[in-house]
């Protein structure tokens, strides 16, 4: 059964700094990696997905994909206060199940 | 773009109690699932559906009914309601399945259980 795990659990960092979210996953026959975010008291949003190894760019955010080391990171470039909210990782295996992770709460502080 | 309605917003129950949790969507999507969320942590699969009159188990099933009587609606039901319980149920659908494309969320049903 997938395992999926985000570290760390909870992260403050400045305005204007970068900010590096991580997710690890068990299984290797893994297809889709996506991030979602969501603010207090709001519904989760996608922010971006992957499908191969590499790196994609929109805007002040990256994510990176390493499936040999079954991980994968969100980057948030010039970290913003309006980022502030909880990060949920997703994995995709295939069929129509995605398992989220359990989050990481960033605080940008201004 | 399309919508996501959960209804109702807030729900309190009483122990033991059968309690329903609907939700509606416009993409058109073939694809709905039930989440729970407790304490803004993360969300675990109660119930999925491919399409309409379909029902697949996910981790969390236990102790909850599901129905997709149209490809618009899926409604969960709390079958016995436990006391002290407190969550937020997220419903969303997605066009393609959860392997290849995004989720598109309600706002949420917050249940409280008196």
């Known amino acids: 059964q997938q395992k999926v795990q985000q570290s760390p659990e909870s992260l403050i960092v400045p305005e204007g700094a970068m900010t590096s979210l991580n997710c690890t996953f068990s299984?290797?026959?893994?297809?889709?990696f996506a991030w979602y975010r969501q603010h207090s008291g709001k519904a989760p949003k996608a922010l971006m997905s992957?499908?191969?190894?590499g790196e994609k760019e929109e805007g002040r955010f990256t994510i990176h994909l390493n499936k040999a080391s079954l991980h994968f990171s969100l980057h948030i470039r010039d970290s913003q206060p309006s980022d502030s909210a909880l990060y949920l990782c997703?994995?995709?295996?295939?069929?129509?199940?995605?398992?989220f992770g359990s989050g990481t709460r960033l605080l940008v502080s201004p | 773009g399309g919508i996501i309605t959960q209804t109702p917003k807030f729900l309190i129950g009483q122990e033991g109690q059968k309690l329903t949790l609907k939700c509606q969507q416009n993409?058109?999507?073939?694809?709905m699932y039930w989440y729970r969320q407790d304490s803004g942590k993360g969300l675990r699969l109660i119930y999925y559906s491919i399409t309409e009159n379909d029902l697949q188990k996910g981790d969390l099933s236990e102790g909850y009914d599901a129905s997709r009587e149209k490809k618009s609606s899926f409604s969960l039901t709390v079958t016995s309601a436990q006391k002290n319980e407190m969550a937020v149920f997220l419903c969303?659908?997605?066009?393609?399945?959860?392997?290849?494309?995004?989720?598109?969320f309600g706002p949420g049903t917050r249940l409280l259980v008196l």
């Open positions: 997703a994995v995709g295996t295939g069929g129509y199940k995605v398992v």
């Open positions: 992957i499908f191969s190894n």
């Open positions: 969303a659908s997605s066009g393609l399945g959860g392997n290849q494309d995004t989720q598109y």
């Open positions: 993409f058109n999507h073939d694809t």
């Open positions: 299984d290797s026959a893994s297809q889709y």
